[in-house]
T-cell receptor, first 117, second 115 residues
Framework: AQTVTQSQPEMSVQEAETVTLSCTYDTSENNYYLFWYKQPPSRQMILVIRQEAYKQQNATENRFSVNFQKAAKSFSLKISDSQLGDTAMYFCAFMPPYGGATNKLIFGTGTLLAVQP | GAVVSQHPSRVICKSGTSVKIECRSL??????MFWYRQFPKQSLMLMATSNEGSKATYEQGVEKDKFLINHASLTLSTLTVTSAHPEDSSFYIC???????????FGPGTRLLVL
């Protein structure tokens, strides 16, 4: 069974600084999808970034980038130039490649990030 | 991007009553929707997969008779918490896969408080 582990329950960063959130996963699949979702105090889940396992290039979205290490089964999220609005719970998630519309997301336990002014 | 709505956003009910939560895909069709439960400062726990035109698939440990799911159309799924008790108080979130299936779009959630 696939599992997702986030070993940092809470993290803090100063505004404008860079922070990296860790995520590891376990799977025997070769192709799959990885995601970082953000859940701010409003509790709306927001997709931050997505990575396809068959792509070697790390995904980037503006200030957000990932370090995808497939062999190590590691998928960390780097937030550059942190902003107060980045304060949120961040969830790493795994999705297997099969199942079509019934594909289930497997979530990690989350990392609560606080951006300090 | 794709938008998923939920109604109501917040509901308070008395113990023993039933509560219905709606999940709608506003600008796309969804043959599948997912229902999650989330306790404070915890992760999302998948409760069930809602399938249009067929029975829902429940995760292990989730009471089917307690949490009734109906996927009435390609844009609407409902979760009914029957005979609610205080321990059912939680935050309930739905999601639906987009066209490519690999990206899920989440509703804003429903906060249920059972007194």
């Amino acid at each position: 069974a696939q599992t997702v582990t986030q070993s940092q329950p809470e993290m803090s960063v100063q505004e404008a600084e860079t922070v990296t959130l860790s995520c590891t996963y376990d799977t025997s699949e070769n192709n799959y999808y990885l995601f970082w979702y953000k859940q701010p105090p409003s509790r709306q889940m927001i997709l931050v970034i997505r990575q396809e396992a068959y792509k070697q290039q790390n995904a980037t979205e503006n200030r957000f980038s990932v370090n995808f290490q497939k062999a190590a089964k590691s998928f960390s999220l780097k937030i550059s130039d942190s902003q107060l609005g980045d304060t949120a719970m961040y969830f790493c998630a795994f999705m297997p490649p099969y199942g079509g519309a019934t594909n289930k997301l497997i979530f990690g336990t989350g990392t609560l990030l606080a951006v300090q002014p | 991007g794709a938008v998923v709505s939920q109604h109501p956003s917040r509901v308070i009910c008395k113990s023993g009553t039933s509560v219905k939560i709606e999940c709608r895909s506003l600008d796309f069709q969804a043959t599948t929707m997912f229902w999650y439960r989330q306790f404070p400062k915890q992760s999302l726990m998948l409760m069930a997969t809602s399938n249009e035109g067929s029975k829902a698939t429940y995760e292990q440990g989730v009471e089917k008779d307690k949490f009734l799911i109906n996927h009435a159309s390609l844009t609407l799924s409902t979760l009914t918490v029957t005979s609610a008790h205080p321990e059912d108080s939680s935050f309930y979130i739905c999601s639906a896969p987009g066209q490519g299936y690999e990206t899920q779009y989440f509703g804003p959630g429903t906060r249920l408080l059972v007194l």
